[in-house]
């Protein structure tokens, strides 16, 4: 009899992969990788966005490209007209169709489906683009890191005031909220845009530092970190922010937060990938499988899986496939299984060269009984009442 190696293991089942689903461990997912050798330009991948068409665009410090799941196409300047800047940190996709490109200098250009434009640089250095945001009205604002929240009037980049009259300055991110809601953090502060009205909120402990990393849930949690390795968990009461839960540390400093459709947050650190599902008692997990590099920018696309951009892996995706596999890491006793047998009850019985274990609602149970073989369990069969 053969032995089956457990990574071909797979639970055939009816399953949407249309998202990272939680339940699942973090093993369970297909983990796809883009380099240099299949066309990546280079290996540090700055911003990420999938347009309306399904394209998946790519910001490198080497130029941008578009890969539309087979090849890539690049753009660079001296290739490209109208491409301002080859360092591109900031991706967005207004409502028109336009996409948008900004760079490590504060240089935009934009592409209408035919060709690139750029916007003309006004003034002093902007800074790096940290971000855009499009309200309901198709207004589009743009994060600079030197001089702050930009509205775009015509070919004009104008500075943009909250409601008490004082200008937005140096800015490290911006995120969606709900209800056409948009966050953008400052320097130990964060700015609301609600009904037409950008509103000012300190946080509650002030370090002087950047937020450099946010996201915003779909129950008005905003997580935040300030270029170091802890990741801070706010809720906005009435008029001030305040703490929702204990501040949680990372291995490294923290890079990029995300939420997902499930709602499960993806943390990418100046090391690696973790996820936290958003659960009671829940805590960030590692996933071991992704390369140790700093994650620069995480995206989910149309159909839920996660793009990781590294600074130095390439282009990486998480995904869900109908096929759920199950190996030691997942809790069988042994890589090398005998048998699979399918009881009345439904559950799943594996026999492997460790021992014997159950799967029962997609989790693995191994099953020590005195008298039982602890090492190879070859055979298995059913009685007509059930018992085995």
């Not at 540390?249 to 709602?263: H, I, K, Q, Y």
Request: with cysteine; aromatic share 8%; glycine share 12%.
């Amino acid at each position: 009899m053969r032995k089956l190696p457990c990574a071909l293991l797979l639970l055939l089942v009816p399953r949407l992969a249309l998202a990272l689903d939680p339940s699942r461990a973090v093993t369970q997912y297909r983990l796809d990788a883009w380099t240099t050798r299949t066309g990546l330009p280079v290996m540090s991948v700055l911003s990420l966005l999938q347009d309306r068409a399904g394209h998946l665009w790519i910001g490198t410090q080497e130029g941008l490209a578009r890969f539309d799941g087979v090849t890539f196409q690049h753009f660079k300047v001296g290739e490209t007209p109208g491409l301002a800047g080859n360092y591109i940190s900031a991706l967005f996709e207004d409502r028109g169709g336009r996409i948008w490109a900004g760079t490590d200098a504060g240089d935009l250009s934009y592409f209408d489906g035919a060709r690139f434009a750029s916007i003309p640089r006004d003034g002093p250095l902007r800074g790096q683009v940290a971000g855009f945001a499009e309200d309901p009205g198709g207004d589009l604002f743009v994060a600079f890191r030197g001089v702050g929240l930009r509205r775009l009037e015509g070919r004009r980049l104008v500075p943009v005031a909250d409601r008490e009259g004082r200008t937005i300055e140096r800015l490290g991110a911006l995120a969606p909220g709900g209800n056409g809601e948009i966050w953008a953090a400052g320097e130990d502060r964060l700015f609301r845009y609600a009904q037409g009205t950008w509103s000012r909120f300190a946080l509650p402990r002030p370090s002087g530092r950047l937020v450099t990393a946010l996201a915003v849930g779909a129950g008005g949690e905003i997580l935040l970190s300030q270029d170091d390795p802890t990741v801070q968990r706010l809720r906005l009461q009435g008029r001030e922010l305040v703490s929702a839960a204990p501040d949680r540390l990372f291995p490294a400093p923290v890079r990029a937060l995300r939420f997902d459709r499930a709602r499960t947050l993806w943390i990418g650190t100046e090391t690696g990938l973790s996820r936290w599902r958003q659960t009671p008692g829940s805590a960030p997990e590692p996933v071991a499988r992704i390369p140790e590099a700093a994650v620069n920018v995480l995206s989910e696309d149309r159909e839920g899986g996660l793009w990781i951009g590294t600074n130095n892996q390439g282009l990486l995706r998480l995904t869900a496939d109908e096929a759920l596999p199950f190996g030691t890491a997942e809790g069988l006793p042994h890589p090398n299984t005998w048998n699979v047998f399918s009881s009345t009850r439904g559950d799943l019985w594996v026999t492997t060269s460790g021992g014997l274990a159950r799967i029962v609602d997609d989790r693995v149970e191994r099953i020590a009984i005195e008298g039982l073989p602890g090492e190879d369990v070859v055979a298995l069969a059913e009685r007509r009442d059930g018992s085995l």
